[in-house]
């Protein structure tokens, strides 16, 4: 990759109104316009996330937000809506990402277990970080996804 990704983490208290429409965006661009997911994307679980952005210069290319241990597990922590802007896939910003939010949980907010809910198609993606499936697939916004953990401890 030429350009260099800036990656930041903010609550929600400290996004600009303008980083915030970048992530509501892309999120819709992805989950909603692409990959056609009927769902209510404002779920009022962002004001108690992390926010990771990943920036080239001025434009949002990477994003996910995460779940500090006790808000959706009782015993683990977790991250959703990964995303990457469709116009720099294909250029590992994917595994950058994963890269940067296992070092935020683990490092930052101290967890050693990370439990999410993976769309099934990229089980061997995640499997790559360490991640392990279990229980049935099921339904989520008309995308089949499992369950996984990392567990370090």
């Known amino acids: 990759m030429s350009?260099?990704?800036?990656?930041?983490?903010?609550?929600?208290?400290?996004l600009n109104t303008d980083e915030l429409y970048e992530i509501?965006?892309?999120?819709?661009?992805?989950?909603?316009?692409?990959?056609?997911?009927?769902?209510p994307d404002l779920d009022d679980k962002d004001k108690i996330t992390l926010h990771l952005m990943g920036w080239i210069e001025d434009k949002l290319v990477a994003y996910s937000r995460i779940f500090?241990?006790?808000?959706?597990?009782?015993d683990a922590a977790s991250f959703g809506r990964v995303?990457?802007?469709s116009?720099?896939?294909?250029?590992?910003l994917g595994k950058n990402l994963v890269k940067q939010l296992i070092e935020v949980i683990e490092n930052k907010l101290?967890?050693?277990?990370i439990r999410i809910e993976a769309q099934y198609y990229l089980v061997r993606f995640y499997e790559d970080f360490g991640?392990?499936?279990y229980g049935d697939?099921?339904?989520d916004a008309g995308v089949e996804h499992i369950m996984m953990v990392r567990d370090k401890a």
Do not use: N
């Not at 350009?3 to 400290?14: P, R």
């Not at 509501?24 to 769902?39: P, W």
């Not at 116009?87 to 590992?92: F, V």
């Open 131 to 133: 991640f392990k499936a």
């Open 83 to 85: 995303l990457t802007d």
């Open 110 to 113: 101290h967890s050693p277990k």
């Open 87 to 92: 116009s720099y896939r294909k250029l590992g």
């Open 3 to 14: 350009q260099k990704v800036k990656w930041v983490l903010k609550t929600f208290s400290e």
């Open 137 to 139: 697939t099921f339904m």
């Open 68 to 74: 500090p241990q006790d808000i959706l597990f009782d």
């Open 24 to 39: 509501l965006q892309k999120r819709q661009d992805v989950f909603i316009l692409e990959q056609c997911c009927r769902y």
